[in-house]
Structures are given as C-alpha cells and as structure tokens.
C-alpha cells in the first residue's frame, strides 16, 4: 500500500513565487519502505517532507499520506500523530524540563486517557533504550541520549511514518549508530521511516534512496543503483561511499573489481575474490 502519495508538488517561500523551493516533484512511499532522502544543502529535502505532516501547506500539486488528504484541515491533528518528525537538534524539541512530563505532555495533547499514560511513556523510552531516564532533566543528557527521547515523544503517540530530518547530523559516531539501531528496528517492527541524511553510508541499507537537487527529485530507486552511478551522483553534488569511490579509482589504475561493492565487507570480499582469481 502507498501510504505517501504526491504528484506535481512546487512550493515557494516567497509570496510571489519568483524562486520556488520544489518544483514538480513525484513520489511515492510504501507502507513499511525505509526511504532515505539524499540531496545537497537547499535542494528542498526539508521542504518536502514538512510537507507529509502539513507542518507546510501544501501550495501546488496534490499529496496524500496515511489515507488523508494534507489540504483537508480537519485531519491535520490525525495527520501529525500518524506523521511523527525528529529533527536535527534535539534541544528544541522538549517542552518541559524532565523527560517522562516531556513524553506526556504530547500525549495529554492527544486527549490519550490519563491512566494509559505512565504505560505508554514507560514502552516509548523502552523503544529508544532509555527505561530508567524519566525523572531526568533532558538538559542533562548526552546528544545521543537527547535525540533517543525526542524520538520516543514521537513514538508514544504510536505514528505509522516516522521522519527524521537529519537527526544523526549532531551526534558523534556512537550517537549516530545508536539512532540507527533503533531506526532499523522500528522498520523491522512494521514502521514506514523516511530519513533525510548528508552521510552516504547511512543510505547504503535503506529500501529506496531518493535523490534531490535544486527543489526536484533527480532520481529515485535502490542504494546500489542510486550510489554506484557516478554521473548522477555527481550531478547532485553528492560524495560517492567511500567502497564506490575506490571501485572507481581501481578501475582507472587498472584494476577491474568484478562488481561495485557498497559496503566495507563487499569491498573487501571483492579484493579477496581478485587475489584468489590471480
Ligand atoms: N523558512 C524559509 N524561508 C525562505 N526560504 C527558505 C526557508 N527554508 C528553506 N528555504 C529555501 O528553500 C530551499 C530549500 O531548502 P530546504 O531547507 O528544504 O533544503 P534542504 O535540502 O533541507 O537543505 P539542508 O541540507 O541544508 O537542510 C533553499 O533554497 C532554502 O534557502
Ligand atoms: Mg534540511
């Protein structure tokens, strides 16, 4: 089932649309589909998917998600608990000074039953890993630690989509890894997820990666075709992963891998295949 559905979206930030921030952009997700969405800075990634929760309105085009209609105004309430969002800094999306009032405060909102509540905070920071922080104060929690609670505010109104906007970018290595971990298994457990990244290699196990420059969709399908073309990665002015850039490289010194490798073990699967061949 298509649970993202758009066609022909342009928007402008400028009342009279002389520079438009997406011009005629498609797409479609699937239910479940893990989406990462490539694109250099201003090529309207941010745009796009503030879109999918009416957190922009929808100017030109048409766009369903989960079943709604974005530019029917009664549904925007349903529409944003379906369509969850964490974004890039976390320090600007607590409400309230300890962690389990921040997660039940969205709740509240909701109109969720006041004695459902302890429970579903309690299963949201179990989601995350983070059983034992309810009594923090999020100011007092690592990078990592900040973003694992945003997201479990987003994850306790139980969203069926759940967007992270460049939510790693802030986070060291550990940081990162520990928000893929939980991305992956939200996406094992049913969860269509969409994340917007500028790192290459948190592409390479996605679903569909989709590729954005200057406000439109330059390309969309699977990592290895999206990562592994050299011109329109180029023409996107994305980085190669780092597997792909040294195929590449081997090939203009002369030696030929036989296949593009993704990932660090292919590449080095690849090198071991070619010993063995000579
Ligand atoms: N609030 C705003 N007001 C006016 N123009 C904006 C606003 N937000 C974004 N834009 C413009 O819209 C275009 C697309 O921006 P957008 O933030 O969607 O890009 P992005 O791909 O998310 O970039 P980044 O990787 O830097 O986050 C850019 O030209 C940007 O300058
Ligand atoms: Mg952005």
Known sequence: MVLVEGKNISFSYDFDDSSFALQGVDIAIEQGEFVVILGCNGSGKSTLVKHFNALLRLQHGELRVAQIDVKNEEEIWLLRRLCGMVFQ???NQFVSSVVEEDIAFGLENYE????EIPERVQSALALVEMGG???RAPNTLSGGQKQ????AGVLALEPEIIIFDEATAMLDPGGRQEVAKIMRKLHRAGKTIIAITHYVEEAVAAD???LMAQGRVLASGSPKAILTDLDLMKEAGMLLPLPVRLYYDLR???VHLNHCPLTDEELVEEICQLRSKS
Request: charged content about 35%; aromatic content about 4%; glycine content about 4%.
């Open 148 to 151: 694992r609670v945003a997201l």
């Open 133 to 135: 922080y309810e009594k």
């Open 208 to 210: 569909k990666v989709i």
């Open 252 to 254: 203009q010194a002369g």
């Open 89 to 91: 800094n976390p320090d």
């Open 112 to 115: 969720t039953p006041r004695r």
